[in-house]
Structure formats: structure tokens, C-alpha cells
């Protein structure tokens, strides 16, 4: 097997300029999920992943329609029912471009200055996918794979993946694998490989209140009619106590409390206090008390306001008493919490707290379940000998903030686990101007990823 890594390593260091150019290519497509208009390059972008899945000589590679955009599988089961099945899941598309004034460079036409390329999506997650695509290229050269691989690429991350868990139920046996791969994460800093264990996972709603029929006059109505835009802030507010603890009845009920073990774990990462304060540029830190910024945004649930609106918002003046106001609010979920159970403790906490002066709802609009993966899994063991043999250090587990949904759908729906990781920076600027992949850790992901999956 050495032999067979050996060789692999050295055809990628052989045709690593052809992996860029393969690259360069696949940022140059603007798949763009969430607009409608760019539909044809979602299908190109759809079409570039199964050309580059034929050939690699995978089976059964096909484009498969959803009732959004499609899904992308092919699969190599030669090396052997006594071998494993991966499952590597990614995302062909990636989020708009806007504001494009702020870009140094277009998008969509990837360029490469010092050890970055440029572009959007060349590190979320197309350079993730295309280092897969060629770990497993290069060990194809010596004849049959030494692993089984199923690749599973969708089209709809970026919008909330609204039409993939429907996809994996009525897939369940085609997609069938011992555990999957998601390399939809990220390391700390170039010479740090890191591996996620954790993902918070999703509830997302929309509070609306109204009063008045119509927007008012403020001078003729103000002082009588109770104003929905001030209500719904009253509202907000009160959905944090003094120590910066949710106050939605039964919240923390089911959170799962971060053992000493695993708090002294990430007291490893290099993720101070410092780190938040640099990356955000805010003039103070903030948050639930007791826990430190990392264990905050890694292992304890959050509620935050994504936006709000009521009124007149133009420019000058108009003095209205608004007939209307929403708020958009995400909460961040641990493992153990279910979105529809938040749902409800959102719901008695609008029935406790809203006055009779003015009508509410609440709409539901995204969820997603957290999720934690054991750090004693033979892969997550794997994949940890294959980056310290890469990079010559031992990689740091850590939990993500964000969600994956796709996490939750494979392990509710296929029973299986996935081991996350990836080769983007904190500086990437992912979903914002001037998204860069840094390249010197493209081409080591690739080399880490041969060594996995020929550990395997």
C-alpha cells in the first residue's frame, strides 16, 4: 500500500499546474444557486463535476434532477466488499458575487496573485471538491482503487440544501456507504490541519407583528395605538437575560453540557479572545457568561437577529406609525436540540410576552439538527494519521459554529457519520468579496486526502 501512496504523491506533484488549470476552470462557471437567471451554468456546473467523475472511470456517474437543481453521483466499488464505502459529499454552487465594486478582481475569472487564487467559490467549496476529485485521480494510476468511493455533489448548499433530504430518502441504497467524507470545513492557519467533530445546527423563523390595518399618521394616531415596530423590539430584547442566556421557555433544557475533558481539548486551539476581537473589529467581546468566545460559538446555542424591518426606511423623513414589523431570527443549536421543540418554546414565549395591543406569527423557515462525530471513529483516527503525516503535526479538533444540514440528513436518513475537515483559511473570505483558496494548502489537502484514502 505505501507503494501505491508513493506513486499517487508523486503523479499530483507530477500534474499539480493541470489540477489548477482543472481548477481555474470550475470558479470560472458562476453557479450561482440562488439566482434563477444562471440556471444554464448550474447545469454546466452540474455537467464539468460528472465529465470529471467519467474520467476517473467511475460507474454509474450521472446528473440526477431534483425539484431544484441537480445532484451529481458516480461511484468505484472495485477495490472489494472487505473494503470500506466513502461517501464524498460537496456543493457545486456557490453565493452571489455582490457588491462587485468591492472585488480587486472578477468573480468568475479566478486569478492567481502570490500563493492565492482568487474567485468566488475557490474555497467554498469548489477547491475542496476539485482536491478530492484529484487525490482520488492520482490514486487511480496504479490500477483499482484501494477504496471504495461514492461521490455525492449537490447544488443547493448555499440556499439551504431545500431539496436534498427528499433526494437522500428516495436514494437511500444508491447512496449506502460506511460513513461519509465532508471536507466542507477548514483549518486554523496553513501549518495547523484541523478536523470538525461538531456542528451547530439550525432554527430559523420569522416574527411578524401587526397593529393597524394601514400605516398611520403619527401625529393623529401616536400616543393611541400601540406601535408594532416598538413592540416587536420590547419583543426582541427580552429574549436575552443580563448574563446573555436565552430566556425562551425550556431552552437550555436539552443542551448537552461541555464536559472538563472536552473544554481543556480546545483550550488547544490557538483561538483566543484576541482572534474574535481582530476578525470582527468590534470594541468588546459579548456572549453567554461562564464560557469562553470559542466554547460559545463551537458548543452553546445562541439566538441571534438576522434583520428588521418596519416603516419608512428611505431617505428623509416621513412620520408614520407603522402598520407592520419583522424580524428575521436564527438560533444556533447543540446536539441533543430539536428545531421543532425550539419552535414551540419560541411560540410560548410570544404568548407569554406579547401584548393583546397587537397580532403576531411566527413563520418557520430552515432547520437543520446539530451534530457530533466521535473522535475514536476508524476514520476520524485515519484521517488524523494522514494530515500528522502531511503536515508533521498532530491536527486539533474543534466545533464549528455554523451548520452543515446535510450532516444531520445522512446520519437520520443513512445511519452513517461524517468526518469533516477541509483546506480553507479564516481569511478566505468566504460569501464576501475577493474569496480566496490559499494554494500551498490546496495542493497539501490533496496529498492528505491521497494518504487517507489509501489508509483506508
Known amino acids: ?85 466513502v461517501l464524498v459529499y460537496g456543493h457545486y454552487d456557490v453565493q452571489p458575487a455582490e457588491p462587485l465594486g468591492l472585488w480587486h478582481t472578477p468573480p468568475f475569472e479566478p486569478t492567481q496573485s502570490g500563493e492565492n487564487l482568487f474567485g468566488r467559490g475557490a474555497s467554498d467549496m469548489k477547491g475542496q471538491v476539485v482536491a478530492c476529485l484529484k487525490a482520488i485521480e492520482s490514486l487511480s494510476i496504479s490500477g483499482n482503487l484501494p477504496v471504495n468511493v461514492k461521490f455525492f455533489i449537490e447544488g443547493e448548499e448555499e440556499i439551504g440544501s431545500p431539496n436534498l433530504s427528499a433526494f437522500i430518502l428516495e436514494n437511500k441504497e444508491l447512496l449506502a456507504s460506511d460513513f461519509a467524507l465532508n471536507p466542507d470545513a477548514g483549518m486554523l492557519n496553513p501549518d495547523l490541519p484541523t478536523i470538525t467533530y461538531g456542528l451547530r445546527g439550525l432554527a430559523y423563523f420569522e416574527v411578524r407583528v401587526s397593529g393597524p390595518t394601514q400605516d398611520l399618521h403619527s401625529g393623529l394616531f401616536g400616543g393611541a395605538v ?13 429574549m436575552h437575560d443580563q448574563q446573555g442566556r436565552v430566556t425562551l421557555p425550556g431552552f437550555y433544557n436539552r443542551v448537552r453540557a461541555l464536559d472538563p475533558k472536552e473544554r481543556a481539548e480546545l483550550t488547544r486551539l490557538p483561538i483566543g479572545e484576541d482572534f474574535y476581537l481582530k476578525q470582527t ?68 414565549y410570544m404568548k407569554e410576552n406579547a401584548p393583546k395591543t397587537i397580532k403576531w406569527e411566527v ?67 468566504l460569501h464576501a468579496p475577493n474569496e480566496k483558496l490559499h494554494l500551498p494548502t490546496f495542493y497539501r489537502g490533496i496529498e492528505a486526502l491521497i494518504r487517507f484514502f489509501g489508509y483506508l
Open 281 to 348: 473589529g468590534v470594541p468588546a467581546l459579548f456572549g453567554e457568561q461562564g464560557y469562553t468566545s470559542l466554547e460559545r460559538v463551537g458548543g452553546r446555542p445562541t439566538l441571534e437577529v438576522n434583520g428588521m424591518s418596519s416603516g419608512y426606511t428611505g431617505e428623509g423623513q416621513k412620520t408614520v406609525l407603522p402598520a407592520r414589523a419583522f424580524a428575521k431570527i436564527s438560533m444556533r443549536l447543540v446536539p441533543d436540540q430539536v428545531p421543532e421543540e425550539v419552535y414551540q418554546q419560541l411560540i410560548s
Open 1 to 85: 500500500m505505501s507503494d501505491i501512496i508513493e506513486k499517487a504523491l508523486q503523479f499530483k506533484k507530477d500534474h499539480s499546474t493541470r489540477f489548477l488549470d482543472e481548477l481555474i476552470t470550475f470558479v470560472s462557471i458562476p453557479s450561482i444557486s440562488t439566482d434563477i437567471s444562471v440556471k444554464p451554468d448550474m447545469h454546466r456546473a452540474a455537467e464539468w463535476v460528472a465529465g470529471q467523475l467519467q474520467n476517473l472511470g467511475l460507474s454509474r456517474v450521472r446528473v440526477m434532477p431534483t425539484a431544484g437543481h441537480p445532484v451529481v453521483f458516480g461511484e468505484s466499488l472495485e477495490a472489494g466488499k472487505d473494503k470500506p464505502v
Open 363 to 429: 413563520i418557520k423557515m430552515a432547520s437543520s439538527r446539530a451534530s457530533i462525530t466521535d473522535r475514536n471513529h476508524p476514520a476520524v483516527v485515519t484521517l488524523t494519521r494522514a494530515m500528522e503525516d502531511t503536515w508533521g503535526v498532530k491536527p486539533v479538533f474543534k466545533r464549528e459554529g455554523g451548520s452543515v444540514p446535510v450532516v444531520g440528513q445522512l446520519y437520520d436518513i443513512l445511519g452513517i457519520d461524517s468526518v469533516l475537515t477541509g483546506f480553507g483559511l479564516p481569511d478566505d473570505n
Open 226 to 238: 400601540h406601535n408594532p415596530a416598538q413592540v416587536l423590539c420590547e419583543l426582541i430584547a427580552g
